[in-house]
């Protein structure tokens, strides 16, 4: 299904309002899915995956890492934050209350949005005292300065299946189904750069082996690009 008819879909059911704002969610948190999961191919598998990126590029990689992780962090806090900033509307899960009719369902999609509100918390506090400001104690490392809570991978997790657990029970009120947002795979994303890079560092090794030994000969750089 495309986007378009994902988007149709759901106003010809939902109603204009509620179809836009479900159809917009939904496609945020499917790519955050993507997001998240190409980061964890990256940095949180395995420690030979870590070992190859560090033999490939470290400093790059380490950039790249702290930038992906800023993303995730932000893309997860502005689903899940309050429906208005001041004067400023957000689009976000808690917004899907108020916009459903069905008292019963309008309850259950309260209970959940609360658990989401508390399951995500820990990526507000990072938005707001480190990425989208910088708190000074914290910078400054002042030993008065509360402490960032813990972003493990682990906590990360479970706000994306309360995000999910929401979202799907939608699906199933509104469409008898559900989705496997988990199920969700790049194409020639970050497992292929991995393998990518194994076939570069072994070729570099190979060729440092050679002019150890003095052998120049059949030495295969690739152009420079």
Not at 68 to 86: C, I, K, M, W, Y
Not at 142 to 163: H, I, N, R, W, Y
């Amino acid at each position: 299904m495309t986007g378009d008819e994902l988007k149709q879909r759901n106003i010809a059911v939902m109603g204009d309002d509620l179809g836009k704002q479900y159809t917009a969610l939904f496609q945020e948190f499917t790519a955050l899915y993507l997001y998240w999961k190409e980061f964890l191919e990256l940095f949180g598998t395995n420690d030979k995956r870590i070992d190859r990126l560090n033999k490939a590029a470290p400093g790059f990689f380490q950039m790249l890492q702290e930038q992906q992780f800023e993303t995730n962090v932000l893309h997860l806090a502005r689903l899940t934050d309050s429906p208005e900033t001041g004067k400023k509307l957000n689009l976000t899960v808690c917004n899907l209350p108020n916009l459903v009719a069905d008292e019963y369902l309008k309850k259950q999609l309260s209970a959940l949005v609360e658990d989401v509100r508390q399951k995500t918390e820990f990526c507000r506090d990072w938005r707001n005292r480190r990425f989208a400001h910088r708190d000074l104690m914290l910078a400054m490392q002042d030993g008065g300065a509360k402490p960032l809570p813990a972003a493990t991978k682990e906590k990360f997790f479970e706000a994306m299946q309360a995000v999910s657990d929401l979202l799907n029970l939608m699906e199933r009120f509104y469409f008898k189904g559900g989705c496997s947002f988990a199920d969700v795979a790049p194409h020639n994303g970050a497992a292929t750069l991995l393998f990518m890079l194994g076939f570069g560092v072994m070729g570099r090794e190979r060729m440092q082996e050679k002019i150890a030994k003095g052998d120049f000969t059949s030495l295969d750089r690739p152009e420079s690009i």
